[in-house]
């Protein structure tokens, strides 16, 4: 009686004179190796050379600056609002006179921390923003033995004044209007 | 006794020791070279990139190894045998490296008006000697393997031991062909018969297979590590060993292959001759260099075997050497005689 469609007819075959040399079988082996031999590696030396990430990848977040290297936050909290794992928090401020080269708008963030043990990269904090201002990026987060060093402040968080410590977000950007784009049709 | 050496001619004495000294220096540099080889070949033929970051193409890995060996903690375990435990790596190099003493490397070599035979010493029966020295190989991995004091060294040991001494009887039984064929034990005779073309392989199709089956065998690597199987022995006699102790035997392995190369190089292949080339070239190193061409192509060809077949099984390994082998190394033996009866060599 046959109980499944997978059961095997077991059979003790005999080698043949061919299969019991083993000489044929070993040549057509060392050939296949021989054809790798000549073949290019698909190896990429990774903290040598870096394969560039696809913008759909969501990492290391960013607060981005504006031309004329002014923050683009104003701490208006749509994106703590939106965090589904409620890992950031901030403290807002008032701009004081002196300050239009630091700060685009009348409000700013004095503390934006995100904790990046309790985010879960789903972007919806950069889907919120209003102002552009929080991206993720391809970088990824660092590793540290220590819970505390994990919650990243605006020290870790907001990209440098100078053009070479701009971070570029642009397919990033790009990626999110065209969700945006898609979701609205 | 001093008077019977101060009798001896001292500019030979001293031509002598430099030229040991050349040989132990190639002869361990090619086994360190062997591990950086081996690794860059399975790489490659595993379409990886192998060991790239000490030096250019990583280069100075073995270098790397070499200092990461000798810088490690060395173990000795508590209930070993301590003087055999330390003498087996000694006593496996020393075999290793005293083989190399009668190959051919070249003719003569002229350096300056000054001519240098290219072999240590050209004893009568050069092949039974080396012989002889692998087949004391088995000394040292049986003193490991028992010394260590541990149930997977002796495993390892005591297969290696059986398959060694089971697979130099093919070995020798198809020496004996080559013999017969040659008329002397001498290699270099074996070899200066091999001009042009007429290298033994061509004779000796059959004897040559048997023979580079049991040199695998003989040095203990895939599809034959018995001896070591990391899936089943951990890492077979040298389980306990650590630090530049395991590095002994290792190296002396890979010492082991670069002289099964040559032997075979010189048995079957020719040696130092290559057709349309003079071995006496360039002031004779043109024969080292046809030689040490053949030699790494069949390092090459080992590690190529190593890297594609995998793991004979025990009994398998006992049946091709005594059921399969030995008959056929006989039946080479008998045609061989036969051919040099009715036609001559």
């Known amino acids: ?76 909290g749509l994106c703590a609002v939106a965090c589904p794992a409620e890992a950031i928090t901030m403290e807002a401020a008032e701009r004081q006179k002196g300050e239009e080269n630091l700060y685009r708008e009348e409000k700013y963030a004095a503390v934006y921390e995100i904790n990046m043990l309790r985010c879960i990269f789903c ?63 | 006794m001093f008077d019977m050496i101060l009798l001896y001619d001292y500019v030979m004495i001293a031509q002598k020791a430099g030229l040991i000294g050349v040989i132990f220096a190639i002869t361990l540099g090619v086994a360190a070279y062997s591990t950086y080889g081996e690794r860059k070949i399975a790489a490659f033929l595993q379409d990886r990139l192998g060991p790239s970051n000490a030096g250019p193409w990583g280069i100075l890995q073995p270098l790397a190894d070499g200092v990461k060996m000798f810088t490690k903690e060395d173990f000795i375990p508590n209930q070993s045998n301590r003087w055999l435990y330390i003498l ?88 004996i062909a080559v013999i017969m064929l040659s008329g002397s034990l001498s290699l270099r005779t074996i070899v200066e018969q091999q001009t042009g073309f007429g290298w ?89 260099i046809v030689l040490f061409a053949k030699i790494f192509f069949f390092i090459f060809v080992f590690m190529w075997i190593r890297w594609t077949l995998p793991r004979f099984r025990y009994d398998q390994l006992m049946h091709l050497g005594w059921k399969s082998l030995i008959p056929l190394a006989v039946l080479n033996m008998l045609l061989t005689g036969a051919g040099v009866l009715l036609w001559g060599k």
């Not at chain 2, 590095?247 to 010189?266: D, K, Q």
Request: proline residues 4%; glycine residues 10%.
């Open chain 2, 200 to 288: 033994n392989v061509l004779y000796q199709p059959l004897g040559f297979i048997i023979f580079l089956v049991c040199a695998l065998a003989e040095c203990n690597r895939a599809p034959f590590d018995m001896a070591e199987c990391e899936t089943e022995l951990i890492g077979g006699y040298h389980t306990e060993y650590s630090a530049m102790k395991l590095g002994f035997f290792l190296f002396a392995e890979y010492i082991n292959m670069f002289i099964s190369c040559t032997v075979i190089s010189c048995l079957y292949f020719g040696g130092y001759n290559f057709p349309g080339v003079d071995p006496g070239w360039l002031g004779g190193l043109m024969g080292p």
């Open chain 1, 123 to 185: 972007g919806l904090c950069e889907e919120a923003c209003p102002k552009e201002a929080i991206f993720l990026t391809d970088r990824i987060v660092p590793s540290d033995y220590v819970r505390q060093e994990f919650i990243f402040g605006k020290d870790m968080l907001v990209e440098g004044v100078e053009p070479e410590k701009r971070i570029d977000v642009t397919k990033r950007q790009r990626h999110i209007q065209e969700k945006k784009q898609r979701e609205t049709i």
């Open chain 2, 88 to 175: 087996a790596p000694g006593a496996f190099i020393f075999v290793a490296l005293m083989t190399s003493a009668v190959i051919p490397w070249g003719t003569t070599l002229t350096l300056g008006g000054l001519n240098l035979d290219l072999q240590v010493t050209n004893i009568n029966i050069g092949i039974l000697y080396i012989m002889g020295f692998v087949s004391l190989g088995v000394y040292g991995i049986m003193l490991g393997g028992w010394a260590s004091n541990n149930k997977y060294s002796l495993y390892g040991a005591i297969r290696a031991s059986s398959q060694m001494i089971s697979y130099e009887l093919a070995m020798g039984l198809s020496l």
């Open chain 1, 1 to 76: 009686m046959q109980l499944t469609q997978r059961s095997k007819q077991v059979v003790n075959k005999q080698m043949t004179f061919t299969e019991r040399i083993y000489l044929p079988a070993i040549l057509k082996g060392m050939f296949t190796t021989l054809k790798h031999f000549f073949r290019r590696s698909n190896t990429i030396s990774y903290p040598k050379q870096k394969r560039e990430f696809a913008p759909v990848y969501r990492g290391w977040h960013v607060l981005k600056r504006d031309a004329q290297g002014r923050e683009n936050c104003t701490a208006c």
